[in-house]
């Protein structure tokens, strides 16, 4: 066959051109035909009809360059696909290796440090500094070497001082020199350089190889030159140096261009805020002429700068530089920034007192502030902190490191007496005892206590004392604790009338409530009185308590303790509980849960009973204000507990301090409100 593209000799068997790769078609007849039709051509002319028809167009195939194409994409492909498996395991081993070069350069850095650390023990700073710094360059985070590094220069600068008031000046410069070549921007450092320096210039410099009396007069002509132009600092150091050479050589020209020069230079540097070195030339101007009427002058700049260097110092420190600052601004209002600091100062503090919910002091500093400057914005946040201010919220469980906190209004309703009361702190789990008192303050008057009791007769605060286990007093605000009566489980301790005797319940052997009654200076064993606790003694000098008699009936019970007349029972529920005396002895506030519910109620020695409050929070815990208008009492009606104050009759109950949402076994806690 031929090829029908190129007209190459195809041999049979192919069905591709070997030339150009074109497809052959095989136009042969084929060889198995029928007999019939063989005989038929034989027998039979074949007529040939002539028709006009277009070849046939040979199938299309691809070129070899697709084919070829195709070949080379599949390849790349899964070249892409081998390299990307060789990328992710080769970062994957960078990254581990990253890690493990990166702890390489921690524990070297931490080993430098340690360097660092030796030779800082050994007294040799600079080969510490040097490891370090060293150590810091491995580990920028390393905060503990800047810190050393911090503390050599701490100490280097203090022995510059040290030797330039010994008058080694040298030696002080190399010190000052040392801490700049570790911090370069260390501003004292170049200020210590400076005053050794004028130090040194001031010294007698003579020179055998002239002629003195020569040199004298040269220094006087330039001090006279500097003095002309002004150039303060420049005259009194050549001045120092022609009184050193010759003190008589026009000494009262000299005496007085020094003077002025060391005062001018003074004040200029002052004017400058360069405290340290104007406060420097002044105190040389009062020693060389104390009784000159400039140096009065100059001891008032000078006491006025020293305060000022002192009030800014504790900047931060809010108390003492409020303290500081007022100082100065009574004395000289004008001088310098002082007003606006001082007017900074209070708002910054008031920020703090607002920061931790202490409104009352917050609108205290707020107000002292407006005195001195109006701003819409500390007004704003003054007015935010005087209304919780007005219900009186200290949020004294929040006093971690305050014990003391004044208001600037007393709670609406709270005219009279002491307020005790327990507040819980989540932070230790421990109750703490504040006071509340008619001169604004709140204090602390014991750590780890609750069941406050006064002793009317001297107002000495009785209490459960959980750091030493027992019943302690405090004689006053911040006296030391006095053990009563030692042992846990003593609880709700009272006094008598006079003092000499108290009450308390405990828990005999058998697990039953005892009242006990002894002596207040121990000088006898407690007695029991009755079965029961919650003892609460009258002015009168009736004993009440809750508990149960011989028959088993249960409720508030009252006698008198030095006669053995029988108990009177005044209710019905052992649940009845909290007693606390009215000042006339004629009735008791008590809580009970008689609907399921805490509520305060008031019994008559009669037996008539008053619900006092009426809501479906828990109110409990009472106790009467020392001229009988009021009762305090907690509940935590807002979400949250808090001490409440009612009239008499149950009217007005209104929040007067936030205790928070914590008051753990609040039942048997106890308010105490005495003189």
């Given at each position: 066959m031929r090829c029908p593209e190129c007209k190459a000799e195809v041999p049979d068997h192919l069905s591709l051109c070997p030339v150009c790769g074109e497809m052959i078609q095989d136009t042969r007849p084929t060889r198995a035909r029928s007999k019939e039709l063989k005989e038929?051509?034989?027998?039979?002319?074949?007529?040939?009809?002539?028709?006009?028809?277009?070849?046939?167009?040979?199938?299309?195939?691809?070129?070899?360059?697709r084919r070829v194409l195709t070949i080379l994409l599949a390849i790349v492909g899964a070249l892409l696909v081998l390299g990307l498996s060789i990328g992710l395991g080769s970062y994957s081993g960078l990254y581990q290796g990253e890690q493990d070069r990166r702890q390489a350069r921690l524990a070297q850095a931490r080993e430098h440090y340690q360097k660092g650390e030796a030779h800082l023990e050994q007294g040799t700073y600079k080969l510490a500094v040097a490891e370090f710094e060293y150590a810091l360059e491995i580990d920028p985070s390393l905060v503990e070497a800047r810190q050393r590094i911090d503390e050599i220069i701490a100490q280097?600068?203090?022995?510059?001082?040290?030797?330039?008031?010994?008058?080694?000046?040298?030696?002080?410069?190399?010190?000052?020199?040392?801490?700049?070549?570790?911090?370069?921007?260390?501003?004292?450092?170049?200020?210590?350089?400076?005053?050794?320096?004028?130090?040194?210039?001031?010294?007698?410099?003579p020179t055998?190889?002239?002629?003195?009396?020569?040199?004298?007069?040269?220094?006087?002509?330039?001090?006279?030159?500097?003095?002309?132009?002004?150039?303060?600092?420049?005259?009194?150091?050549?001045?120092?140096?022609?009184?050193?050479?010759?003190?008589?050589?026009?000494?009262?020209?000299?005496?007085?261009?020094?003077?002025?020069?060391?005062?001018?230079?003074?004040?200029?540097?002052?004017?400058?805020?360069?405290?340290?070195?104007?406060?420097?030339?002044?105190?040389?101007?009062?020693?060389?002429?104390?009784?000159?009427?400039?140096?009065?002058?100059?001891?008032?700049?000078?006491?006025?700068?020293?305060?000022?260097?002192?009030?800014?110092?504790?900047?931060?420190?809010?108390?003492?530089?409020?303290?500081?600052?007022?100082?100065?601004?009574?004395?000289?209002?004008?001088?310098?920034?002082?007003?606006?600091?001082?007017?900074?100062?209070?708002?910054?503090?008031?920020?703090?007192?607002?920061?931790?919910?202490?409104?009352?002091?917050?609108?205290?500093?707020?107000?002292?502030?407006?005195?001195?400057?109006?701003?819409?914005?500390?007004?704003?946040?003054?007015?935010?902190?005087?209304?919780?201010?007005?219900?009186?919220?200290?949020?004294?469980?929040?006093?971690?490191?305050?014990?003391?906190?004044?208001?600037?209004?007393?709670?609406?309703?709270?005219?009279?007496?002491?307020?005790?009361?327990?507040?819980?702190?989540?932070?230790?789990?421990?109750?703490?005892?504040?006071?509340?008192?008619?001169?604004?303050?709140?204090?602390?008057?014991?750590?780890?206590?609750?069941?406050?009791?006064?002793?009317?007769?001297?107002?000495?605060?009785?209490?459960?004392?959980?750091?030493?286990?027992?019943?302690?007093?405090?004689?006053?605000?911040?006296?030391v604790p006095h053990q009563l009566r030692s042992g846990s489980g003593l609880a709700w301790p009272v006094f008598s009338p006079v003092g000499e005797r108290m009450a308390y319940a405990a828990q005999d052997a058998s697990g039953d409530w005892q009242i006990y009654i002894a002596p207040t200076d121990g000088s006898s064993e407690p007695q029991v009185h009755a079965q029961g606790k919650w003892p609460a003694w009258a002015p009168n000098g009736w004993l009440a308590w809750t508990g149960c008699n011989a028959s088993g009936e249960c409720g508030i019970f009252i006698d008198n303790p030095d006669n053995e007349d029988a108990p009177i029972q005044l209710s019905t529920s052992a649940n009845d509980i909290a007693l606390s005396w009215h000042p006339d002895s004629g009735s008791l506030v008590y809580m009970a849960n008689h609907t399921g519910n805490w509520e305060v109620y008031r019994v008559y020695t009669d037996r008539r009973f008053v619900q006092l409050t009426d809501d479906a929070a828990s109110d409990g815990l009472p106790t009467w204000s020392p001229d009988g208008s009021k009762v305090a009492f907690v509940s935590n009606r807002d979400g949250e507990w808090g001490v409440y104050l009612m009239n008499a009759d149950g009217a007005d109950p209104h929040i007067i301090l936030k205790l928070g949402p914590d008051l753990p076994g609040w039942t048997s806690q106890r308010l105490s409100w005495g003189q």
């Amino acid at each position: 066959m031929r090829c029908p593209e190129c007209k190459a000799e195809v041999p049979d068997h192919l069905s591709l051109c070997p030339v150009c790769g074109e497809m052959i078609q095989d136009t042969r007849p084929t060889r198995a035909r029928s007999k019939e039709l063989k005989e038929l051509e034989e027998t039979q002319p074949l007529h040939i009809i002539e028709r006009t028809t277009a070849p046939a167009k040979p199938r299309e195939r691809s070129p070899i360059w697709r084919r070829v194409l195709t070949i080379l994409l599949a390849i790349v492909g899964a070249l892409l696909v081998l390299g990307l498996s060789i990328g992710l395991g080769s970062y994957s081993g960078l990254y581990q290796g990253e890690q493990d070069r990166r702890q390489a350069r921690l524990a070297q850095a931490r080993e430098h440090y340690q360097k660092g650390e030796a030779h800082l023990e050994q007294g040799t700073y600079k080969l510490a500094v040097a490891e370090f710094e060293y150590a810091l360059e491995i580990d920028p985070s390393l905060v503990e070497a800047r810190q050393r590094i911090d503390e050599i220069i701490a100490q280097r600068y203090l022995a510059g001082l040290q030797k330039l008031d010994a008058g080694e000046y040298e030696l002080a410069i190399e010190e000052f020199e040392y801490i700049l070549r570790i911090d370069p921007d260390h501003a004292f450092a170049r200020q210590g350089i400076e005053k050794a320096e004028a130090r040194i210039a001031a010294r007698p410099t003579p020179t055998p190889e002239f002629n003195p009396e020569q040199v004298v007069k040269d220094l006087y002509q330039e001090a006279t030159q500097q003095y002309e132009a002004e150039e303060w600092t420049d005259a009194a150091a050549t001045l120092t140096q022609v009184r050193a050479l010759d003190p008589t050589y026009e000494a009262r020209a000299v005496e007085d261009m020094l003077f002025d020069s060391l005062y001018n230079a003074g004040m200029a540097l002052l004017e400058e805020d360069r405290f340290e070195e104007g406060i420097f030339y002044l105190d040389q101007a009062i020693a060389l002429r104390p009784d000159d009427p400039a140096s009065e002058e100059a001891q008032w700049e000078l006491s006025l700068a020293k305060m000022y260097m002192d009030a800014v110092n504790y900047w931060g420190d809010w108390e003492e530089c409020i303290e500081r600052f007022e100082q100065l601004y009574a004395l000289a209002p004008g001088y310098k920034d002082v007003y606006q600091r001082l007017y900074q100062a209070h708002v910054a503090y008031g920020d703090e007192w607002y920061a931790k919910d202490e409104m009352c002091p917050a609108q205290e500093q707020y107000d002292l502030a407006l005195q001195l400057a109006e701003s819409a914005d500390v007004m704003e946040k003054r007015n935010a902190a005087e209304q919780v201010c007005l219900v009186a919220t200290p949020a004294p469980i929040k006093m971690e490191n305050t014990d003391v906190i004044t208001l600037t209004n007393l709670p609406p309703g709270f005219g009279t007496g002491r307020l005790a009361y327990p507040s819980y702190n989540d932070d230790t789990g421990y109750y703490s005892i504040f006071v509340l008192s008619t001169d604004r303050r709140i204090v602390r008057w014991a750590t780890g206590a609750d069941q406050p009791g006064w002793m009317r007769s001297s107002g000495a605060l009785g209490y459960r004392n959980h750091v030493s286990a027992g019943i302690s007093l405090l004689t006053n605000e911040g006296a030391v604790p006095h053990q009563l009566r030692s042992g846990s489980g003593l609880a709700w301790p009272v006094f008598s009338p006079v003092g000499e005797r108290m009450a308390y319940a405990a828990q005999d052997a058998s697990g039953d409530w005892q009242i006990y009654i002894a002596p207040t200076d121990g000088s006898s064993e407690p007695q029991v009185h009755a079965q029961g606790k919650w003892p609460a003694w009258a002015p009168n000098g009736w004993l009440a308590w809750t508990g149960c008699n011989a028959s088993g009936e249960c409720g508030i019970f009252i006698d008198n303790p030095d006669n053995e007349d029988a108990p009177i029972q005044l209710s019905t529920s052992a649940n009845d509980i909290a007693l606390s005396w009215h000042p006339d002895s004629g009735s008791l506030v008590y809580m009970a849960n008689h609907t399921g519910n805490w509520e305060v109620y008031r019994v008559y020695t009669d037996r008539r009973f008053v619900q006092l409050t009426d809501d479906a929070a828990s109110d409990g815990l009472p106790t009467w204000s020392p001229d009988g208008s009021k009762v305090a009492f907690v509940s935590n009606r807002d979400g949250e507990w808090g001490v409440y104050l009612m009239n008499a009759d149950g009217a007005d109950p209104h929040i007067i301090l936030k205790l928070g949402p914590d008051l753990p076994g609040w039942t048997s806690q106890r308010l105490s409100w005495g003189q």
